[in-house]
């Protein structure tokens, strides 16, 4: 499946949709937001837009959904959209600055980021706040923006935060990291092979789609992964500790002005998504300290993702995208939701085996995340039924210590520690309650008696398990009996 970025945008608004999200257990979604929507024209924002956009948060408020407001942007802005082979959002043509440099098109959409010279100054001079034609610069306008924002949304409680840019890409200077990844991958290749690839070759190796298949195939370790990829690790972070946070703190001291609520969600550069590892830091309060409302919304995708060998991705090199992601997380000492990750779909029990592995590796690092993405008819897939839609604690009534679903054994476990000052249950979604084996819950220790309560129009229910009042440490665990998950020769015939 594509990482299409039209499938980011606000019309995901039917009441049928976000009931839905509610009965397979999502209790937080990442909207989409775009800036040519809320600034068409310099200064002047579209309130009807607004007014969408927050007809969308409610309606996800009351299907039992908390909402980020994610600013998205693929290949920077709308100037880029046109036509149907490279498709863009997110700024508006009047601050889209390329100097009448060409736009290029990949093979793969996402490709332009590296080869299009509108597409790396429009993004140049959107970090060096060149100014728009009314003489404020484009950066300082998109803070602006934001601030616009987040006042409408400053005492929305279904709102938990803001992405403040989705996978901010370097600019030029993102051209100069690619040539020191291929260099690498060419001594590893004369290691393995002896033989001596020119530039041309190499290039040539990862501008194709299946020769890069090819290539990525040497690069299944996560140890000759990382010594590719981390040859670009000082570079990406320069720009990160410089042009990056620099955005980062104007826009987040200008969401400050009108909003102290809401959490600053913050994204490592495009290339943190293959694993390199990030170099943002939390925003400041003006006290000078780290803004105490701060999560690192990184995101995660196998080099596969977009090609048609996205099925044949490799645990070893996403173990190590998200192991980054958490070392991130303790550098910073801030949470992780994962923004986004996934882009898959279909019936191919790779797939599958691919999103329950990734799941395992949430649950292992206890990182939040919201799935990309939504699509009409992905109920039938079977990485959904079998993988994705599956047991976890929607809330605790306490400190979350672990918890994980055995997808092979049905079983799950969970751990958390209670406090007398908290009184909220602790409610663990339950895709199927037919499929649950009563009998087999246990609760330590066993506290007031636990309840099971369907969703509504669906086989999906929660349990909630009241607090003890003590300050113990709590331990739940059932098993959900095993269904088929082999695809029939009928599904096969259709993928």
């Not at 570079?235 to 400050?256: C, P, W």
Request: hydrophobic share 35%; glycine share 8%; with cysteine.
């Amino acid at each position: 499946m594509n990482k299409d970025p039209k499938m980011n945008y606000t019309d995901i608004d039917s009441t049928m949709t976000f009931e839905k999200l509610n009965q397979w257990g999502f209790n937080c979604i990442r909207l989409g937001v775009i800036w040519d929507g809320v600034e068409p024209n310099p200064g002047v924002y579209n309130e009807k837009y607004l007014d969408k956009l927050e007809k969308s948060v409610t309606l996800a408020s009351h299907n039992g959904l908390y909402v980020l407001l994610d600013m998205h942007q693929d290949l920077y802005g709308v100037s880029f959209g046109e036509g149907n082979t490279s498709l863009g959002d997110g700024a508006p043509k009047w601050a889209t600055l390329t100097e009448n440099l060409p736009h290029v098109k990949g093979q793969i959409w996402s490709e332009s980021y590296l080869i299009s010279p509108a597409v790396q100054k429009a993004f140049d001079n959107f970090w060096a706040n060149k100014p728009a034609s009314d003489g404020i610069g484009v950066q300082d306008h998109y803070a602006s923006m934001w601030q616009h924002v987040a006042k409408r949304f400053a005492d929305n409680k279904a709102v938990i935060g803001f992405d403040i840019m989705n996978e901010p890409f370097n600019g030029t200077q993102g051209t100069n990291l690619l040539p020191l990844i291929l260099s690498e991958y060419a001594t590893l290749f004369a290691e393995e092979t002896g033989k001596v690839l020119s530039e041309n070759e190499v290039m040539n190796i990862w501008s194709d789609e299946d020769t890069r298949f090819e290539a990525l195939s040497r690069l299944q370790s996560a140890e000759k992964y990382a010594r590719i990829f981390d040859k670009a690790k000082n570079m990406n972070q320069q720009f990160e500790k410089t042009a990056l946070q620099s955005m980062y703190q104007k826009v987040g001291n200008a969401i400050r002005e009108v909003d102290t609520t809401h959490i600053l969600f913050l994204e490592h550069s495009y290339f943190g998504n293959m694993g390199i590892s990030s170099g943002i830091e939390p925003v400041r309060s003006r006290n000078g300290n780290p803004d105490p409302l701060v999560a690192y919304a990184g995101h995660g995708y196998d080099l596969l993702v977009d090609t048609k060998n996205y099925d044949s991705q490799s645990d070893s090199r996403v173990e190590l995208i998200f192991s980054r992601i958490n070392e991130t997380s303790a550098r910073i000492n801030v949470p992780v939701l994962v923004g986004e990750w996934g882009a898959f779909s279909g019936n191919s029990e790779a797939v599958t085996s691919s999103v329950q592995f990734i799941t395992g590796l949430f649950e292992r690092f206890g990182l939040s995340n919201t799935y990309w993405a939504y699509y009409t008819g992905i109920e039938k897939d079977a990485y959904f039924i079998h993988a994705l839609v599956r047991p976890y604690p929607q809330y605790i009534g306490g400190k979350l210590k672990e918890y994980g679903f055995n997808h092979e054994t049905g079983l799950f476990n969970c751990s958390w520690e209670e406090s007398p000052l908290i009184k909220a249950s602790t409610v663990i979604y339950i895709p199927d309650l037919e499929r649950l084996i009563r009998d087999s819950i246990k609760l330590t220790p066993a506290g007031n008696a636990c309840n099971i309560i369907s969703i509504k129009d669906s086989k999906s229910g929660y349990l909630i398990i009241p607090v003890t009042g003590d300050s113990v440490i709590r331990k739940a665990e059932f098993k959900l009996a095993i269904t088929d998950t082999s695809i029939s020769p009928g599904d096969k015939a259709d993928m």
